[in-house]
């Protein structure tokens, strides 16, 4: 109120009428973006795309190093705890860590199903704060594909940890050996 009273009494001599009130009355700018062809185009916020794909990309990363790393705790700790010798004696190695890195797979993978389930049952309430939410649709065989890159990128990972967390004789000496190899992945 004070402003617009400053305002009205410096420039109300100097301006007539009408540009007074255009220059109190607060500026409403409306973007338009224009194609080649003369006509407005409709733009889409490509920020909130790129902040999608970016932290389910992350998530996607993350999820599958820290589940390939559990894999190594458990490879290492049966080993030093001498447990694998106990295991070894009634069935072979190959299927042994073949079972261990399915069963950490699943694991992983049911992770990765819960946060995305509470992502989509958060997005609701986010769509009141984020005006362009409803313009992200997610299309089925992106999912799909997000399921098939963290199987084949959890088998890579788990096959190199698993052989790293075989080769260790403790969990220390093997989290070690896990980092200079995850750090590439990531």
């Known amino acids: 109120i004070i402003r617009n009273l400053l305002r009205v009494a410096l420039a109300a001599e100097k301006l007539p009428e009408e540009v ?16 080649p062809d003369g006509l407005p185009v409709e ?39 001498r447990m694998i010798e106990v295991l070894l004696t009634s069935t072979k190695p190959l299927w042994l860590l073949a079972g261990k890195v399915v069963a950490v797979g699943l694991a992983g993978l049911l ?13 609701p309430l986010i769509f009141d704060a984020i005006p362009d939410a409803p ?38 000496e093997a989290t070690q050996l896990s980092v200079i190899v995850a750090m590439p992945m990531a």
């Open 20 to 35: 007074l009130i255009r220059a109190l009355s607060p500026v409403a700018f409306e973007r338009t973006r224009v194609g």
């Open 43 to 81: 733009e889409r916020d490509e920020g909130a795309a790129f902040f999608a794909g970016f932290a389910s990309s992350m998530l996607l990363m993350f999820s599958i190093i820290f589940t390939a790393s559990a894999l190594v705790q458990t490879v290492a700790e049966d080993k030093e705890n």
């Open 111 to 123: 992770t990765v199903s819960v946060w995305v389930g509470s992502i989509v049952a958060i997005v």
């Open 135 to 172: 313009d992200l649709a997610l299309d089925p065989i992106v999912l799909l594909w997000v399921v098939v890159y963290f199987v084949s990128g959890y088998f890579v990972a788990a096959v190199i940890l698993a052989g790293i967390g075989a080769a260790s004789s403790s969990v220390r």
